[in-house]
């Protein structure tokens, strides 16, 4: 028996573009015409490689086109790439949620995937109810699930509540119910997507010992596809780096997470970003939408110094009357790890139609040396009460902290990664 | 470079390929074979079925006062409305029989089959975002669908039965009920499979063509009246009777009335046209369905 648990051969996906609905039909006569005489499909002259930030002359455009590689038995593969490199595809034909349009791919041993936890809960049923609908969803049979029944339980922390309908549950205990029954999956290959996104830090960290576990304990093959290049350094043992549709490298996890940090993450100094037409990397329902963001006082190059403020003016438009709202924004360092959040208090409030012009000051940043982009919410909520997103805007502003005074005339010129993002200032220090 | 490239069919696989002759346990390609519709597949999942099922009985009725009381409360109030309407206002021809058994054992035996076929015919639509994230073989949800409404059809029956009793206990002398009710059970597995087939059919096309629900949503009332429930076959002569000879639910609906009623029309061939119909429409149905569950996703 060879070693390998997946080989994928000339894969390829086509999607078509713009509306599927009107002139189907007529589409599909003329494909079966074609058909019938022997003729190439009339639809499929198309083409152009995935790339979504220049405007293609075709309808149809290839997710991902011809791609070649091998896993092989306990392999912790990590998938990476921009949005759009086309891993979600790759992963939804893995997962045989959509099937390829060419191409094979050759599988050994069961697969189970995690594109999502929670998957067909059903808000009415029990907790108890839940584990076992979810578990067979995910192909477990009755008996597999009540032999781990005590452990899912005991893993997810809600024996309290599981014969409680879930649709009374916290939005945390929810999640953490649903990591539990993926976490016991005891399949020969996992794929995982980014699922670990949700649910406190602390559940986090449990989920990632869990699947590390699951990988060298067990010698399970595990594909995970994630944006945060930390877990993926931290999990993987080898990588996988897409970019519009293909493979850009197959290499170690370091090696390809640093490729693509180098290579990939986009750094600009325009000091004013328009947002309406961002495209937004979750579905939020933008009751209350970004407009657009600019920095206050802007700084050449963008080059701020470990002492600087950080000023950034901020429009959000509404779509709603809504009484009491709260923006945020994160800061995170270019390999998209997040340094830290600020969550305001609900005390915005705007009528339909309404526009808001806000300014944030990050006051003593305290980062180190570095680039680090801005990312900015509205929502409702807090950490207490849990929070909802209106919007959310991804790597809109740029910076980075380059000189140690105000007056930029120090620049910082040491800072390896070993001394983290942040460099303290704020120390007492008084001699006894 | 000129990055158009024109589609070419898939590449046969070659199979005498020595690296084929490796034993994958599952290989993931474009298209099936016609007639491969992973049954097998199904089975392994059956507990899922059985969990689906449980699923909808549990949640339809939560939170209601009545429960499962409504099971009887919605086919009584449409007899008492038929009875009403056909029966006392158009004077529709019950063949002698008591109007309420007459037209109980129609709407018992029509609702399980509309039931049915309107639930899967949704199947693709309804669950679009679980199939998006996770698979399992989709014949589990209408195959879930096809047994809870079972469960819905039994307890109906039940109904029947019970008003049936009562006029037979009365003495009724126009009830009379014949050997033929042993073949209930296998009206009720054509039933079910018809629903069956025909939901699929709708379902997947209607992942393309949504006009199909529209269709589907009104066509089903429709068929209700090419089809003997508020009346009796025997009433019906000319071309009209050649239509609804033509309707497979005819033969059941009359041989369901004929065996508990002992009024009506019963014959081996109309029932045998119907388990051919039926045999096809399901055979159809799952070639179509298992071909559009594996891209769906893209077009819903």
Redesign the interface.
Known sequence: ??DIAI?VE?LSK???LGE??TG??SQ?LNRWWAGIRGK??PF??????NDRTSKGA?DFVWSIKDLNFEVKKGEVLGIIGRNGAGKSTLL????????????????????A?L??VG??F?P??TGR?NI??NG????M??TEIRSKFDEIVDFSGVERYIDT?VKRYSSGMYVRLAFAVSAFLEPEILIVDEVLAVGDAEFQKKCLGRMQDVSRNDGRTILFVSHSMAAVKNICTTGLLMRNGQIELRDTADNAVDYYISNFINFNSDVKIDLTSVKRIYDHPRYIEYQSAEFVSPVENNFYSTKDDIAILIKIKSNIDCEAFRVSFSVNRNDESIVGVFFSEEIFSAKKGETKEIILTLKNHQLAKGQYYLCFAVGIGNEISGITEYDFVSQALFFEIAYKDVDKTQMITLWPSDWGNTNFQDVIISLV | MD?????????Q?RTHDSEAE??????????TRLLELGLADVWR?R??VM??V??DF??TY??TVLGPIWFFIQPLLTTLTYVIVFGNIAKLSTDGLPQMAFYLAGITVWNYFAHTLTSTSTVFRDNAT???????PRLTMPLSIVISNLVRFAIQLGLFVAVWLYYLLQGNNTIHPNWLIALTPLLVIIMGLLSLGLGMIFSALTT???DLAMLLAFGVQLLMYATPVIYPLSSITGWSRGLILANPMTSIVETFRYAFLGSGTFSWAALGYSTGVTFVVLLLGTIIFNRVQ??F???V
């Not at chain 1, 939804?92 to 697969?111: F, Y």
């Not at chain 1, 067979?136 to 192909?139: N, P, Q």
């Not at chain 2, 679980?130 to 399992?136: A, P, Q, R, S, T």
């Open positions: 028996m060879s080989k000339n086509l999607y078509r599927v609905g189907t039909l599909d190439e499909d499929a002259k198309v083409g152009e490689t075709s939804k034909i893995l997962s045989k949620i959509t099937a390829p349009t060419t191409g094979r791919i050759s599988v050994n041993g069961r697969i995937s594109l999502e998957t067909g059903h009415e049923l109810e076992f609908l067979a969803i995910l192909g049979t009755k309908p | 990055s158009t490239t024109t589609l070419k069919k898939p590449e696989v490796e034993t994958w346990t599952e290989v993931i390609q474009p298209r999942y507990d899922l969990l689906f449980r699923r549990v949640s939560k939170q679980m199939f998006g994230k996770v698979y399992f393309k063509y949504r594996k891209s996703t893209d077009t």
